[in-house]
């Protein structure tokens, strides 16, 4: 197949490359080359902005576009333009945080969305949302029944630029009692290499319609237990209260972490993924993910993470919880 990637040399775009390219599939990428621009120079690359120069890539048929990069809807406005009637099949990469309501729990395909219309092209925790649900009509709207919509949870594994998960995946592995959100609370994540890898089925099979994708849910126990090198680790919860008191600026907060409330009784956006279970998806073992951020990461200690608490602050929160 010949496909062309829009974005494809950050994380989720740069990992699709890869498994297409193993595939032994013909792979564009279109960008505007100021990401990584040396990786995949066996890949022919179209040099452009998505706003103004997707003409460029109007030139040729297309067996399938995937879109890595889209966030407002005048990102996708001007491909949906330019290729509506040069592709077979286009898949647009969204979010879980399209739902608007957490409170049931377990939300699928068709649970309630964000119906507001946000009129900024910023992208905040509070637009990337409603803006993503807006992409995702002009994608329907344009595309029909070529679209396949993917909606990931947290993605993880390496080169993830966020450390999110690689924060655990490093502080696990560190000695001393380790602090972790307390509560009845559950967790999902999507290996980002499982995700490529089923995103490329999906489109050789040229599936179309709307998935969640996302691991089965396990408790925060759970995962921190399959990401720690030694059984016998100490882990302390702290109460999510203590948590809001203690680590004001939120970059320094429990990555994974939403204070449980009645918007989110799980502490964290839990969706139903039998869709793509159904579909194909598979999810491969927590403890390969975390050995492969390691491995990737092994640079890294967590103090050294964009996110997370500082070993200051944890000791911060553990003291808090043992007065």
């Known amino acids: 197949m010949k496909l062309l990637v829009i974005g494809g040399t950050s994380f989720v775009g740069r ?21 990584n621009p040396d990786l995949f120079p066996e890949c022919r690359h179209i040099i452009g902005d998505r706003r103004a120069h997707m003409d460029q890539a109007a030139l040729e048929h297309w067996d399938a576009v995937i879109d890595t990069s889209g966030y407002t809807p005048n990102d996708v406005k001007p491909v949906i333009e330019a290729l509506k009637e040069k592709i077979d099949h286009y898949t647009f990469i969204s979010t879980i945080s399209v739902y608007d309501d957490h409170s049931k729990g377990d939300v699928n395909e068709n649970s309630s969305t964000f119906t507001h219309t946000i009129t900024t092209d910023e992208v905040t925790g509070e637009t990337y949302g409603p803006l993503k649900v807006m992409c995702e009509k002009e994608v329907n709207d344009g595309f029909g029944s070529k679209a396949l919509i993917v909606r990931p949870c947290i993605i993880v594994g390496p080169d993830d630029p966020t450390d999110r998960f690689t924060y655990w995946a490093m502080r696990t592995v560190e000695e001393g009692p380790i602090a972790i959100p307390g509560g009845d609370r559950k967790v999902q ?9 089923w995103i490329v089925e999906m489109i050789e099979e040229k599936k179309s319609g709307t998935f969640n994708a996302a691991s089965q849910p396990v408790s925060f126990e759970t995962f921190i237990d399959e990401l720690t090198s030694e059984q016998g680790t100490e882990i302390i919860a702290i109460p999510d209260a203590i948590v809001a008191k203690v680590v004001m600026d939120p970059k320094y907060r429990f990555p994974f972490w939403i204070p449980i409330s009645e918007q989110y009784p799980q502490g964290f956006f839990i969706v139903d993924t039998s869709n793509a279970t159904k579909a194909g998806l598979s999810i491969r073992p927590l403890r390969v993910t975390a050995d492969d951020t390691r491995e990737w990461a092994k640079h890294l200690d967590a103090e050294k993470c964009k996110v997370g608490p500082t070993n200051e602050i944890e000791k911060l929160l553990i003291n808090k919880v043992m007065e």
């Open 15 to 35: 990992h699709i490359v890869e498994q297409s390219l193993l595939n032994g599939h013909e792979v564009v990428l279109f960008n505007r080359g100021k990401t």
């Open 189 to 197: 994540w999507i290996d980002v290499r499982d995700l490529a890898k």
